[in-house]
């Protein structure tokens, strides 16, 4: 079955400080992973996929992650937090069984201090 | 850019009751998908529709079924409402295949809150 782990509930980080966030997958074939962001009552917001090609990939508001296929995983990362990035962090995998649903992880969430 | 829209926002019922949510995609896009999303936990799919037919099916209850309609809209009908049944419902859409969009990337609406009483 594909799917997805995000080990740490939660992760701290300062202002300004470099962020990441953990992901690994476990897929069958090629992975089409994606990281989506949650704020408190919103829907999930697409940040950034995973399809092929390089596997340094940047996406919305400064963030970009890391497809490293040897580690099995898809680390979320920024430069420089920001307090406006504290939220929950999910990671996801495409179904390749049914090239529809997406498979989350339990979440990340983020909380950046001033 | 116009998002996913979902109604209602909330929605409070008693147990037994019946409920319907409603999804209206993105324009263009002719697949849906509903997701529930239970208090603390990740979002599990429930089921998906393309082209107004059913394409993928996830754990979603007897109780529950979902249609797709002629302009794309989706509406999911909920019956004899449990407690656990309490959550964040998600819709989200994609878009159609064409050579600058992708079928890869999932749009998600702002959700509805289902409260069972």
């Known amino acids: 079955a594909q799917s997805v782990a995000q080990p740490e509930d939660q992760v701290n980080v300062a202002e300004g400080n470099p962020l990441t966030v953990k992901c690994t997958y476990s897929?069958?074939?090629?992975?089409?992973l994606f990281w989506y962001v949650q704020y408190p009552n919103r829907g999930l917001q697409f940040l950034l996929k995973y399809i092929t090609g390089d596997n340094l990939v940047k996406g919305s508001y400064g963030f970009e992650a890391e497809f490293n296929k040897s580690q099995t995983s898809f680390h979320l990362k920024k430069p420089s937090a920001l307090v406006s990035d504290s939220a929950l962090y999910f990671c996801?995998?495409?179904?390749?069984?049914?090239?529809?649903?997406?498979?989350f992880g339990t979440g990340t969430r983020l909380l950046v201090s001033p | 850019a116009a998002g996913v829209i979902q109604s209602p926002r909330h929605l409070i019922k008693e147990k037994r009751e019946t409920a319907t949510l409603k999804c209206y995609p993105i324009?263009?896009?002719?697949?849906v998908y509903w997701y529930q999303q239970g208090p603390g936990q990740d979002p599990q799919f429930l089921i998906s529709?393309?082209?107004?037919?059913?394409?993928d099916k996830g754990s979603i209850p007897d109780r529950f079924s979902a249609q797709q309609f002629s302009d794309y809209h989706s509406e999911l009908n909920m019956s004899s409402l449990e407690l656990g049944d309490s959550a964040l419902y998600f819709c989200?859409?994609?878009?159609?295949?064409?050579?600058?969009?992708?079928?890869?990337?999932?749009?998600f609406g702002p959700g509805t809150r289902l409260t069972v009483l």
């Open positions: 996801a995998v495409r179904d390749i069984r049914s090239f529809q649903k997406l498979v």
């Open positions: 989200a859409s994609s878009p159609t295949p064409g050579p600058r969009t992708s079928t890869d990337t999932q749009y």
């Open positions: 529709f393309y082209e107004k037919m059913q394409s």
């Open positions: 897929v069958s074939g090629n992975p089409y």
């Open positions: 324009p263009r896009h002719d697949t």
